[in-house]
T-cell receptor, first 112, second 117 residues
Framework: NAGVTQTPKFQVLKTGQSMTLQCAQD?????MYWYRQDPGMGLRLIYY???????DKGEVPNGYNVSRLNKREFSLRLESAAPSQTSVYFC???????????FGPGTRLTVT | AQKITQTQPGMFVQEKEAVTLDCTYD???????LFWYKQPSSGEMIFLIY??????QNATEGRYSLNFQKARKSANLVISASQLGDSAMYFC??????????????FGTGTQLKVEL
């Protein structure tokens, strides 16, 4: 039982390049989330998927797109990376009810 | 809108002592949940403890307890008998419902705890 996995762990991009961050969970959770974490700030929600087949914007969605490929997988795409997107990205999954979320190990992204 | 405030950027505690990390919140929802997460230097986010707004008793999980004072809108984390391995960043978070189900978490800015010998 791996929980939530993310790939890659580290990535360096040049401004304008694109990339996709992958996330998968094996806990049979309905909901999945993408957050970013910047120094001195807590985690901020980028996009979420409350259930398979649905996605919606969170607090900071500009510059990102997502795809809920199936119940297990939820990817985050940067179409044209900008230095302001340098951050640590966390994927999470969770059930309804209490609402606790379980996080992947994170992807450290640097855009130069 | 929901808001979480953690006013202690950094805290020090001696090993084996207890420490309280402060968290205040603001919400207009009658039903909500409060969480604490630990982020060690390795970077992962680890769920520690949950408190529901209608729970009558304060939550406890091993050495962690949540001092929930609803009227004051505070949800402080108490760590008893601190260990060196407790050195980490600690985040308070609140659950809010999102469209179509699911739960959005709003996080505070965190408190960096350092446990000293």
């Amino acid at each position: 039982n791996a929980g939530v996995t993310q790939t890659p762990k580290f990535q360096v991009l040049k401004t304008g390049q694109s990339m996709t961050l992958q996330c998968a969970q094996d806990m049979n959770h309905n909901s999945m989330y993408w957050y970013r974490q910047d120094p001195g700030m807590g985690l901020r929600l980028i996009y979420y998927s409350a259930s398979e087949g649905t996605t919606d914007k969170g607090e900071v969605p500009n510059g990102y797109n997502v795809s809920r490929l199936n119940k297990r997988e939820f990817s985050l795409r940067l179409e044209s990376a900008a230095p302001s997107q340098t951050s640590v990205y966390f994927c999470a999954s969770g059930l309804a009810g209490r609402g606790e979320q379980y996080f992947g190990p994170g992807t450290r992204l640097t855009v130069t | 809108a929901q808001k979480i405030t953690q006013t202690q950027p950094g805290m020090f505690v001696q090993e084996k002592e207890a420490v309280t990390l402060d968290c205040t919140y603001d919400t207009s929802d009658p039903s909500y949940g409060l969480f604490w997460y630990k982020q060690p230097s390795s970077g992962e986010m680890i769920f520690l403890i949950y408190q529901g707004s209608y729970d009558q008793q304060n939550a406890t999980e091993g050495r962690y307890s949540l001092n929930f004072q609803k009227a004051r809108k505070s949800a402080n984390l108490v760590i008893s008998a601190s260990q060196l391995g407790d050195s980490a960043m600690y985040f308070c978070a609140m659950r809010g419902l999102v469209t179509g189900g699911g739960n959005k978490l709003t996080f505070g800015t965190g408190t960096q705890l350092k446990v000293e010998l």
